[in-house]
């Protein structure tokens, strides 16, 4: 597509609602990628580097899609966690003998 984020990084993103600030292209990857981390320095930098990848590849919307494809992935996890840690274990076989 023609994107390169090391020559478009201060440039701005704009929404088409007049409502929502400008903001910086750095700074709107750098808060997307906030959003995925697990909190590390070193978990945002990677979340950071991975969506400039798409970035390259897809402008605008190739961050887009990796934001809520890893967000979805990352709620399907916390999910799974939420009822493991519930004491909700039993496998299917093991409900169907109870």
């Known amino acids: 597509m ?11 993103v704009k929404f088409q609602n007049k409502r929502i600030a400008k903001i910086k292209l750095r700074k709107w990857i750098a808060d997307f ?13 990677e979340e950071t ?3 400039i990848k798409f970035y390259d590849e897809d402008g605008l919307p190739g961050v887009i899609r990796a934001y809520q494809l890893k967000m979805q992935i990352k709620e399907s996890i916390d999910l799974e966690n939420k ?5 909700n274990t039993h496998t299917i076989e093991e409900q169907e003998h109870h």
């Open 83 to 87: 009822i493991l840690t519930n004491g």
């Open 49 to 51: 580097e991975m969506l």
């Open 33 to 45: 990628a906030s959003q995925l981390s697990d909190g590390t320095k070193k978990s945002k930098e």
């Open 2 to 12: 023609g994107t390169s984020y090391s020559t478009d990084k201060n440039g701005w």
